[in-house]
């Protein structure tokens, strides 16, 4: 069987499926990942084999270039629920499985595509905020807010409906007109549809909601065998465990001077510093030899030889530090990574940074609660609590899936 995997988004969107692809191939399936053109992405799935499919264009010049302008929003959408429309069809065979996630566009196209070939759809979350539950509210758009006096969230979501129909609704129905299929009233449910799965694990995420049939299957993990780069090694070696600094995918415009915040931090509480290079290029501050910088590396290996792990909050990032063990301080961004700051928190295995712009002050008083021994222990004890087996637990599902011969789009 094929199962194609589709996304529209950074390194947190295209390893779990790189994860989900090599335990399909272990069971037989063939498996093609459509991802945007970005070279780490080609090169990433490359490395264990996976054959990648280029859609639209580079994810990585979008976030770091100049802003694109509001009124080409439109324009953009349309033209993403195009090409994966496109990628899947060109792709698909009869018997075919697709699973989609990533920008919302690109889901609306993948879920098109299903539909027209009457193939089997799974929309996937990486992370829960995407998914309609009573328990927290919807993501908000600048573009459009809602109402201030409204504040149970079931009522958000509900409102959430029509902030998706207007934001998407009509690239959707028109491309969904221009290749024979009807127009659909309520575009956000159509993607999701009433059974999606969550790739998160339920001891860091333990999903709470009653309006959804939600398939929890733990985190998909790629399993990182690269070892790491020789100088970082030495200077791992050199001295007591630093603390990692690195935000990722994230450009971080308009938060001043991250890395000096950061550097400036983690000395004040007597510590070394490994800081990860990422989208926002964070580069050294001085020349002392307390500081090593890296471009990408491997996580897994990494964060079981640091003190603590300062990020962004990105689901993929929260999970490896939270298996390797290692005290976290989020420091968030966007749409789901105060959520992941929270449960951080919440869990007692770091520190929640408030708001997105540290300062050495407010970063050091974080650091502090993360670098204590209780934190440390704490961290220790729910990494063996953690799930291994998510990618796994999906991959049987999927071909399950497919040797029931369901033509139904959904879950």
């Known amino acids: 069987m094929r199962v194609l995997l589709s996304t529209y988004g950074s390194r947190g969107d295209v390893q779990p499926l790189a994860g989900l692809a090599v335990r399909l191939r272990e069971l037989g399936a063939e498996v093609r990942v459509c991802a945007p053109p970005d070279e ?20 990585r010049a979008l976030v770091t270039g100049a802003p694109p302008a509001a009124s080409d929003f439109p324009r953009r ?20 499985v697709v699973v989609a996630t990533g920008l919302f566009p690109s889901a609306a196209g993948a879920r098109s595509a299903a539909e027209k070939l009457g193939l089997g759809y799974v929309y996937l979350g990486l992370q829960p905020t995407v998914l309609p539950s009573e328990h927290r509210p919807p993501f908000q ?30 690239a959707v129905n028109t491309h969904r007109a221009s290749v024979g299929l009807p127009p659909v009233d309520n575009v956000r449910d159509y993607v999701l549809t009433d059974g999606p799965w969550l ?38 070696d050199a001295g007591t465990p630093p603390v990692y600094v690195g935000f990722g995918s994230m450009p971080l415009r308009g938060a001043g001077d991250v890395a000096r915040v950061a550097v400036e931090a983690v000395r004040a509480q007597g510590r070394r510093v490994v800081i990860g290079r990422g989208w926002a290029d964070l580069s050294p501050i001085d020349e002392k030899d307390d500081c090593f910088v890296v471009g990408e590396v491997n996580h897994q290996a990494l964060f079981g030889r640091v003190a603590a792990v300062v990020h962004h909050g990105g689901a993929g990032t929260t999970t490896a530090a939270a ?14 990574q105060p959520y ?14 408030d708001g997105p712009a540290p300062t050495v002050g407010s970063l050091s008083a974080a650091l502090r609660t993360a670098l204590t021994p209780g934190t440390r222990e704490r961290a220790r004890a729910v990494a063996g609590t953690m799930h291994t087996d998510g990618a796994t637990v999906a991959a049987k599902l999927l071909l399950g899936m497919a040797r029931r011969e369901r033509p139904s789009t959904s879950v």
């Open 141 to 170: 758009y600048p573009s459009h807010p809602y109402p201030p006096e409204v504040t149970d969230n079931r009522e958000l979501w509900d409102l959430n409906i029509g902030t998706m129909n207007a934001l998407f609704g009509e």
């Open 77 to 96: 959408v349309a033209a993403l629920v195009s090409a994966y429309y496109n990628a899947i069809v060109a792709e698909a065979e009869a018997g075919a």
């Open 323 to 336: 298996r390797a063990g290692a005290p976290q301080v989020v420091v968030p961004q966007i749409v789901d």
């Open 40 to 59: 780490e992405f080609a090169e990433r799935l490359a490395a264990v084999n996976v054959p990648m499919v280029p859609v639209s264009e580079s994810v």
């Open 340 to 353: 992941w700051a929270e449960r951080v928190a919440e869990l007692g295995i770091g520190a929640a940074h």
């Open 199 to 236: 790739a998160t694990d339920p001891v860091l995420d333990p999903w709470r909601s009653a309006g959804l049939d939600v398939v929890q299957t733990g985190a998909w993990i790629l399993p990182d065998e690269r070892p790491l780069p020789a100088g970082l090694e030495a200077f791992l």
